[in-house]
């Protein structure tokens, strides 16, 4: 999908259908909705006063403006995005989300979305562009069944404000958008086609197109380096782990200067399929378990990113890859096994395993230099009940 910002006016914008945020009860004779009821030759005052639209959040209103000549486009879409008091930049991603779905379900090619936040140029356009990646992405890779495809070849972003700011947001959206995407392909896939091994071959894809230095260590080395934790989860599969590096280096930047010392590091679990071990879990659900490297996946597509927005510091990926599954070489409740920090852990329950492959990842990020260390895991589904499915944990220290 290609991109681009714009500042306007909407009338003469190049697109097949045009989406406008609509604040609650905003009035269709002031302001901003004036003019567009105006363009619409009054359709939009028409909905407002029927009280069939109100602008509440993830409210849509669609118009074909027939024999309309006061907007080159023919489609016009009205979205809700609730209070003006609320609107946030990650409410600018919900409406151009939802604008693209729904002006994609009817087949428009070209799409030009008026967020109409005014503060945060830069930021409000990225995420704009992000929600519209988001909304197009499509998980039924694997579905038999003929599909029809429809896809939207061209989206404009139009803000008002500093056009460079807009136009430095919309290039970073795309990139952040499409590696959102490449993060929730990578979790969608079966865990038959998305082993430690398959990890790895896609990390070097990334590498070698986006210019990512990249290392795989396998089980061999990980004895080597003493890595007992990670390895006890993976003695149970017949697929062996891996320990995936990604690194970023800005250009010209002199690593060994005592000022450029500091090191952001990303560190995230990647069991690319969890069924518990010997501490087996209940086989309701089990097949969501593929999602349990998401940490992992995570961790790659944010150096994906990375690798081209370019930063001004260096930035380290860490994706510890195994299987947890059970076989009679499996670690078993009670054993005792030895981290690469030397400390002994006592395995108790065989599905505590996301600690065991983060110990020593965590241990060989600080080895390779870290100094500031963000870890992502699905850790635990008790997460879940405390915080319910629209909050994430964040522990720190």
């Keep these: 999908m290609q991109v681009e910002a ?16 609509v604040f609650k009860d905003e009035k269709p004779n002031e302001g901003f909705l004036k003019k567009l009821d105006e363009l619409s030759g009054g359709l939009v005052k028409s909905i407002i006063d029927a009280e069939e639209f109100s602008g509440k959040e993830g409210e849509t209103a669609y118009f074909h403006l027939v024999g309309n000549d006061r907007l080159h486009s023919q489609r016009l879409l009205l979205v809700g995005v609730g209070s003006a008091d609320e609107y946030r930049t990650a409410s600018v991603s919900n409406m151009a989300g939802t604008a693209v779905r ?11 979305v008026v967020p109409r936040r005014t503060e945060d140029t830069e930021a409000a356009s990225s995420a704009a562009v992000q929600g519209a990646f988001i909304s197009v992405f499509d ?6 069944v003929d599909k029809e495809q429809k896809t939207v070849d061209r989206l404009v972003v139009v803000m008002d404000g500093d056009g460079e700011a807009a136009k430095r947001g919309v290039e970073a959206g795309k990139v952040i958008g499409e590696s959102i995407n490449f993060t929730r392909d990578l979790a969608n896939e079966p865990g038959a086609y998305m082993t430690p091994s398959d990890m790895a071959d896609r990390a070097r894809e990334i590498a070698n197109e986006f210019g990512l230095s990249i290392d795989v260590l396998d089980e061999a080395r990980m004895e080597q380096e003493g890595m007992g934790s990670l390895l006890s989860v993976s003695r149970g599969s017949e697929e062996p782990a891996k320990l995936i590096i990604l690194k970023y ?18 560190v995230g679990k990647g069991v690319t399929f969890d069924s518990g071990g010997i501490s087996l879990k209940p086989g309701e659900h089990m097949e969501l378990m593929k999602y349990d490297m998401t940490g992992g996946a995570t961790v790659m597509g944010a150096m994906r990113a990375i690798a081209q927005l370019k930063p001004p510091i260096p930035v380290l990926g860490v994706a510890p890859c195994t299987e947890n599954l059970p ?12 981290a690469m920090t030397g400390k002994t852990i006592e395995v108790i329950n065989t599905d505590a395993e996301g600690r065991l492959i983060l110990a020593d990842a965590i241990a060989y990020a600080k080895k390779l230099g870290a100094t500031k260390i963000i870890d992502m895991a699905t850790l635990t589904g008790a ?3 405390a915080l319910g499915d629209v909050n994430a944990a964040v522990l720190g220290t």
Excluded: C, H, M, W
């Design 139 to 144: 998980p039924d890779k694997y579905r038999t």
């Design 327 to 338: 076989s009679g070489k499996a670690t078993k409740p009670g054993d005792v096994v030895r």
């Design 6 to 21: 714009s500042q306007g006016p909407i009338e003469q914008l190049d697109v097949q259908a045009i989406a406008v945020a």
């Design 102 to 112: 729904s002006l994609r379900s009817k087949n428009a090619k070209t799409i030009a």
């Design 249 to 266: 280096v800005p250009a010209n930047f002199d690593e060994s200067s005592e000022s450029n010392r500091e090191l952001l590091s990303f």
């Design 383 to 385: 997460v879940s009940i």
